[in-house]
């Protein structure tokens, strides 16, 4: 039987996030430059979207580059960011095929003036696509984003639009970057690494983990089916005992 019959698509995540990661390992096995591991990579995103997409997956998210990675040597910041703006140019026409709509989020005003451009413009024509939403996390680190839930949170509180007695967790996820999406069910993180590297830190409270040695651009739709396989088998408990969840 094939991986993907196995799946059980009434079980199936609804938000998926996914680290990629190991781009630069990649193409150091191969003698080249991290760049050509990036160009790479982007096959992986388009294997992951369209499988996702095909399976029902409601919200995939896709960290891309971090608060942290800018820190990185400026000729590699800048193939990002370009690489950025040609996915964009070239994928549109996939996100339009299979009816999916963009988004981002993180610390957008860092990027550069192009990219932000490309990715509005992308966001905007695929607005009222309804298949699954797919998640960019661009400039995103999970405590800038907390910083700044916090700072909307307490103008509201300092205006008297929200009193302190009222903050609970719906109002915290509201004033997220990631309002409108589902809680992540499963987080899965290529290229060996085991760490959360800043990324959902609140959105991943309950969230299963899967880590895989595979490399990110060597990640197909049949490492995506096998992640999804090894989520079903677990049994998510929420605190609960194993009796109650039965
Ligand atoms: C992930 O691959 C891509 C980004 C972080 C932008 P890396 O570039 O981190 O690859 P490794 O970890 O050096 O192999
Ligand atoms: C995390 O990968 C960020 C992205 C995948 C965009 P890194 O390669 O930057 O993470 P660390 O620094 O090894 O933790
Ligand atoms: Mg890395």
Do not use: C
């Amino acid at each position: 039987m094939d991986k993907k019959s196995k799946i059980q698509t009434d079980r199936l995540p609804k938000h998926l996030a996914i680290i990629m990661d190991g781009n630069g390992r990649w193409a150091k096995q191969k003698g080249m430059l991290r760049a050509f591991g990036h160009e790479n990579g982007t096959k992986a995103v388009r294997q992951v979207v369209e499988g996702s997409a095909e399976l029902g997956i409601e919200n995939l998210t896709l960290y891309a580059f971090s608060t942290e990675n800018w820190n990185r040597p400026k000729l590699e910041v800048q193939t990002l960011m370009k690489l950025l703006v040609s996915s964009l140019k070239k994928e549109i026409k996939t996100l339009q095929d299979n009816n999916i709509k963009l988004l981002a989020i993180g610390n957008l005003d860092e990027l550069p003036k192009k990219a932000r451009k490309e990715l509005n413009e992308v966001i905007e024509k695929t607005k009222d696509n309804s298949r699954m939403v797919l998640t960019l996390a661009l400039s995103y680190g999970s405590r800038e984003e907390l910083i700044n839930t916090v700072k909307k949170i307490s103008i509201k509180v300092k205006n008297n639009i929200i009193s302190p007695e009222n903050i609970d967790e719906s109002v915290i996820n509201e004033h997220l970057y990631t309002r409108n999406l589902h809680d992540v069910d499963l987080l899965i993180r290529t290229s060996g690494e085991q760490r959360i590297s800043n990324f959902l830190l609140w959105q991943i409270a309950y969230a299963e983990l899967y880590f895989t040695n595979v490399l990110w651009p060597d990640f197909t739709k049949e490492h995506l089916y096998e992640a999804i396989i090894e989520y079903q088998k677990r049994e998510r408990r929420f605190g609960k005992t194993s009796e109650q969840i039965n």
